[in-house]
């Protein structure tokens, strides 16, 4: 595991996750109404490139841009940093066993709190107004939880997402977990999935608009259509 974490163990009790991490901003981010790491508005974009059929240049690729958009977007701001650790990794890949602690050696010098899961999942049904209705099912999260509030150089976040962009483009070092940042001082976060693209988001349009303003081009253009009418909205708002 990391260097400096403490684990909380929750063996007979399942926990809520959003719960969790709320309770743990409460704890990291006292006095500041903060109650969760994701925001009101958000946007994605393509990372490794359409028909760039290259492992390294995907990878070099992905993580240039990555990191211009986490640049603008948090910049070397103090973050609070969640991460989802499951039990196979992302793929259930076997290799993928022997490279489960490179994202903890690169957090070694950085305290974080580890929650053991698993974390209990209720889905419903919504209505039209998106009020819930019916519960369907119950499930349950099958992972681990770290979250700390620490300061990432921008070298430390480089090779992070370097990490998850190489984990399906076989690259050497590469990372299972999912990693999300959250930046308190501007209510705004970022998460890269794999190779192909990356969410940011925000808690208001304002902290968005010169990004999209600026890496317009990068948007992916699945979701263009939805991310124009967003900034549109916002203009006649």
Known sequence: GYNTFYAIKTNSLLLKMKQTIREELNRLLPNTGIESIFGNFSMRFELGGEGNSDSSKRIEQA????LEIYNQLI???EIVIVVEEWEDGFMNMEEEKVNENYLHKLLKNHTLKRIKGPFEQ???EEDSN????EKIFEDKLECDLSIGKIM???NEVKTIIKGIASLEMGGED???QRVYFFCPKNNTGFNIYDDRGCDIWSK?????KPIYKNLNSWILDYNRSEIDDMFRLEKTA
Do not use: V
């Open 152 to 154: 990432l150089s921008i």
């Open 174 to 176: 590469f990372i299972t």
């Open 122 to 124: 209720t889905y419903y």
């Open 63 to 66: 993580t240039e841009r990555g």
């Open 75 to 77: 910049g070397e701001n």
């Open 204 to 208: 208001s349009i304002k902290e968005l």
């Open 130 to 133: 998106g009020k819930k209705i």
